[in-house]
């Protein structure tokens, strides 16, 4: 009887103790004046009597009784943290917020920015220590967090989102092509809405689109348009008429820009989506602009994109652009009362029809939570991977792009691999663009007899403005559509939206349009001496005789 006893005390003893208490995420170099949002988060289960968190010089405790179950935030500053995240921590260390408990000081806790470190002792055991540089690599504004055994699997700032993956099965996809048939899909998505539009895009300039969205509005729609703050060169005059437009007609304007409440949860807002009625979804590489959608038989990019009929993908993408559209940095954007111009686009003969398909599988990508997606889906290839891009660029001059090197590395074990780049002047100017990249990569297909090969689009021949794709076919069975440029940057510290596709038609649609632009890249008058490179190198030699002679004048 007594061992019963003794067995059913230590049961309840083991019960009331603090079980895989744990540091799981920590900001120690956060955004506000004196880091006031500065915090840390343990996770576990049960009491947290005994526990002591420290940086080396200073700690804290629990009042007695504490108990964890789940996640446990402890902030310097209850206001500051609820100012940036909305929401109160369940402690706070320095400031007396009369709704946050405080925790029991011992000394001077403070994190320190560029290097420091915690630690987590139960007694006088050391249950857990994390420092750096050593474990994480500090950034302003990041936040640390541990998945599994490993810190940082992404980098990750205050605000962002932390999606996991997920698959939606029985998905009805509508696929389209721009300059083709981009604006005739884009004003049947939005027709089509009775109750509400999401609209999250990098830039908004066009006219057409803008009145798709006013008429929709007043027929009753509830219409709300998310766009970047700060994108490269400034919101244009054009994107500020539009958004002056859309203000007149009730729809609100937002962009996501650093301000005094908070900084922008991501470098760049570089989605291109929007979500119809909780049941549509329209993704895709283009911006709103002119060149993205024209109207059918005028000249514009090549770009791809897709309508997506499912609830629950939809449900997905309506709760990303509720959290983006959330928080500090979500300001109006200040339109003006300019006229809405549509420029002058030369003639174009369309070539391609949307498709529709139904029973395909959709799996979102999402930068920069999901973007390692787009690298799982170029390693699994088999057969065949074709590359269509406005751009690639290394990661550093002696490191090439992850997504290129994956795809190289595919066609080392026997994959097919065409890559097929954007030939517009501005992306061939300089001295490490498009062209030098083709010219990379046929070296190292011809270094190592590698079925890999690479090509300048040739513009002239498919009469189109530019290439400003971020698309992959693989197997001919599964797409990315995407805004996901490849760079160092779009993928890890942008917004960025896009979907893969699995359905054989959907391959089969844009593998033909791929065969299109690059049959026209082989057949067309590929891009000859770079005049700008030869006028510019002119200009600084005749600058440098010309200094030359005046200084030799001058002795």
């Known amino acids: 009887m007594r061992r019963i006893v003794l067995v059913v005390l230590l049961l309840c003893l083991l019960a009331g103790t603090a079980g895989g208490i744990q540091i799981v995420e920590f900001c120690p170099d956060p955004y506000l004046p004196g880091d006031l949002d500065e915090y840390l988060v343990i996770e576990g289960e049960g009491l947290l009597d ?22 446990l935030v402890v902030a310097k500053s209850g206001r500051a943290f609820a100012q940036v995240h ?31 470190e915690l630690l987590l002792y139960h007694g006088t055991t050391l249950v857990q220590k994390v420092a750096w540089p050593a474990d994480v690599h500090p950034r302003q504004g990041q936040v640390h967090y541990l998945e599994g055994e490993a810190w940082d699997p992404r980098p990750l700032s205050i605000g962002q989102s932390r999606l996991a993956p997920e698959t939606f099965e029985d998905v009805a996809v509508t696929a389209f092509v721009a300059p083709d048939c981009s604006y005739e899909v884009f004003a049947a998505a939005v027709e089509c809405a009775r109750r509400e539009i999401l609209v999250n895009v990098y830039e908004f300039t066009d006219e057409k689109m803008a009145g798709d969205l006013i008429r929709a509005r007043e027929r009753g729609v509830a ?33 996501m820009t650093t301000t005094d409440m908070a900084h922008a949860k991501y470098r760049y807002d570089h989605a291109k989506y929007l979500v119809v009625d909780g049941g549509l979804v329209l993704v895709g590489s283009e911006n709103f602009k002119p060149g993205g ?34 928080g500090g940095d979500i300001v109006p954007l200040e339109g003006t009362t300019a006229d809405l111009r549509t420029p002058w686009a030369p003639d174009y003969t369309v070539e391609f029809r949307p498709i529709r398909v139904e029973g395909a599988r959709v799996t979102p990508v999402l930068s920069p939570d999901t973007s390692a997606l787009v690298l799982e889906l170029i390693e699994g290839a088999e057969e065949s991977i074709a590359i269509e891009q406005a751009y690639i660029t290394n990661e550093t001059a002696l490191e090439l792009n992850p997504y290129l090197a994956a795809a190289i590395e595919a066609s080392r074990r026997g994959v097919a691999v065409r890559v097929l780049l954007d030939s517009a002047w501005f992306n061939i100017a300089d001295r490490a663009d498009n062209d030098e990249m083709v010219e990379v990569i046929n070296r190292v297909a011809a270094a190592e007899g590698l079925p890999l090969e690479a090509r300048l689009a040739s513009l002239e021949a498919n009469n189109l403005d530019k290439i400003h794709n971020k698309g992959v076919v693989v197997d001919g069975r599964t797409v990315l559509v995407s805004s996901i440029n490849w760079n160092a940057n ?13 359905h054989p038609g959907v391959g089969a649609y844009y593998t033909r349009i791929f065969d299109d632009d690059w049959n026209a890249a082989l057949a067309g008058t590929a891009p000859g001496p770079d005049l700008l490179k030869i006028a510019v190198a002119a200009c600084i030699i005749a600058w440098l005789v010309a200094l030359y002679l005046y200084r030799r004048r001058r002795t």
């Open 223 to 255: 219409v709300t348009v998310l766009l970047e703050g700060g994108p490269v060169g400034g919101v244009s005059p054009e994107g500020r008429a539009v958004a002056g437009a859309l203000n007149r007609s009730g729809i609100p304007v937002l962009a």
């Open 490 to 502: 779009s993928p890890a510290f942008n917004r960025e939206a896009g979907v893969i596709i699995e």
């Open 293 to 326: 959608y024209p109207a059918p038989g005028l000249q514009g990019n090549r770009g791809w994109g897709v309508v997506l009929e499912d609830r629950k993908t939809a449900a997905y993408f309506r709760e990303v652009f509720l959290l983006d559209a959330a």
């Open 50 to 71: 005994g526990y002591v968190l420290s940086d080396g010089e200073g700690g804290f405790r629990f009042p007695a009784g504490t108990r964890i179950d789940g996640r």
């Open 86 to 116: 909305g929401y109160l921590p369940d402690f706070e260390m320095e400031e007396r917020t009369p709704e946050v408990p405080d925790v029991l000081p011992n000394g001077n806790f403070q994190m320190a920015n560029t290097a420091d």
